[in-house]
């Protein structure tokens, strides 16, 4: 099974969490201003709420790209006040014809002092444990 990591982050929360998801699949987390140019099975895609919806770049990252690389999306990152971008992520990928993993990776997030230094640790931990499950 190939796997890629994609992240977007403008607090690094989420690249912590992107590495940690990185290790246990054996490759590196990329930026989304990476493309996807290789067939992969599952593209892990770590984004955050901002604004009250996913950034206008992770929007374009998913229209970018071709459904003939990408098997599946598999949806992580972090907020401190939102919970789940799944929804703001499958509406994009819906309209490239790429299906998303039901099961996703969502913890507290560090934002202008809430919830200070996640996350953290455990929360990588707990990411890395996910990535797991998925790959089987």
């Not at 998303?100 to 913890?107: A, G, L, P, V």
């Amino acid at each position: 099974m190939k796997c890629a990591v994609r992240y977007y982050t403008k607090t690094g929360n989420t690249k912590r969490l992107a590495e940690a998801i990185a290790n246990v699949v054996g490759v590196e987390a990329l930026p989304i201003s990476e493309p996807i140019t290789e067939q992969v099975d599952i593209l892990f895609l770590g984004n955050s709420y901002y604004a009250f919806s996913i950034d206008p770049e992770v929007k374009s990252f998913v229209a970018s790209l071709d459904k003939n690389l990408v098997g599946k999306i598999v949806n992580f990152g972090s907020a401190a006040m939102l919970n789940s971008t799944y929804k703001k992520v499958k509406a994009e990928a819906d309209k490239v014809g790429i299906p998303m993993d039901e099961r996703e990776f969502h913890c507290k997030g560090e934002f202008k002092g809430l919830h200070k230094g996640r996350p953290n640790a455990e929360d990588a931990n707990a990411a890395a444990e996910f990535a797991k499950k998925i790959i089987g």
